[in-house]
T-cell receptor
Framework: DAGVIQSPRHEVTEMGQEVTLRCKPI?????LFWYRQTMMRGLELLIY????????DSGMPEDRFSAKMPNASFSTLKIQPSEPRDSAVYFC?????????????FGSGTRLTVV | AQKITQTQPGMFVQEKEAVTLDCTYD???????LFWYKQPSSGEMIFLIY??????QNATEGRYSLNFQKARKSANLVISASQLGDSAMYFC????????????FGGGTRLMVKP
């Protein structure tokens, strides 16, 4: 089991550019989550998919952020245009939603720096 | 709404001693799960232990145990025989039926193990 795979591991981009973060969940996990971690705000849930359908996107900060899950094995988080305040570590996590006792499995994260 | 509070921003413990990391939670849902995660300096999020609200016994996983006091709404993590590799950030998290499958995280506690 390769775990949750995120790419890229690090991204440095200029303000105003489009950024796309990618995630491959664990096979068989039907729930996928995008979190953002900053020193000031800690771990924030951005959006949650179940069976490829967005269930709750109330954590998405603004219209510059969008997320898709076109199939069970791939999701993207896009920021367009990016701003310096978007600099953070973005985690993707997955779990089999029928298992209430199953902790999320997190990817290694993408460290985004917007200059 | 559910809320997780970790009141200890940082803690020191001597190697080989036990340490307790505090976590209190708030939810109106009678069915919920509590989780602890470890985040070492490398950044990954590692699932440690789970406690269900209906579990009669405190959860244990190796050197980790959870001191679950339901009436007080606390779920403290106890690490026995601390090791230098235990130095990390520790996050308490909760999932409740009312909040769907989403984990809400506390602000974390940074544990530093002294040799």
């Amino acid at each position: 089991d390769a775990g949750v795979i995120q790419s890229p591991r690090h991204e440095v981009t200029e303000m105003g550019q489009e950024v796309t973060l990618r995630c491959k969940p664990i096979s068989g996990h039907n729930s996928l989550f995008w979190y953002r971690q900053t020193m000031m705000r800690g771990l924030e849930l951005l959006i949650y998919f179940n069976n490829n359908v967005p269930i709750d996107d109330s954590g998405m900060p603004e219209d510059r952020f969008s997320a898709k899950m076109p199939n069970a094995s791939f999701s993207t988080l896009k920021i367009q245009p990016s701003e310096p305040r978007d600099s953070a570590v973005y985690f993707c996590a997955s779990n089999p939603s029928r298992r209430a006792d199953y902790g999320y499995t997190f990817g290694s994260g993408t460290r985004l720096t917007v200059v | 709404a559910q809320k997780i509070t970790q009141t200890q921003p940082g803690m020191f413990v001597q190697e080989k001693e036990a340490v307790t990391l505090d976590c209190t939670y708030d939810t109106s849902d009678p069915s919920y799960g509590l989780f602890w995660y470890k985040q070492p300096s490398s950044g990954e999020m590692i699932f440690l232990i789970y406690q269900g609200s209906y579990d009669q016994q405190n959860a244990t996983e190796g050197r980790y145990s959870l001191n679950f006091q339901k009436a007080r709404k606390s779920a403290n993590l106890v690490i026995s025989a601390s090791q230098l590799g235990d130095s990390a950030m520790y996050f308490c998290a909760m999932r409740s039926n009312n909040a769907g499958n989403m984990l809400t995280f506390g602000g974390g506690t940074r544990l530093m193990v002294k040799p």
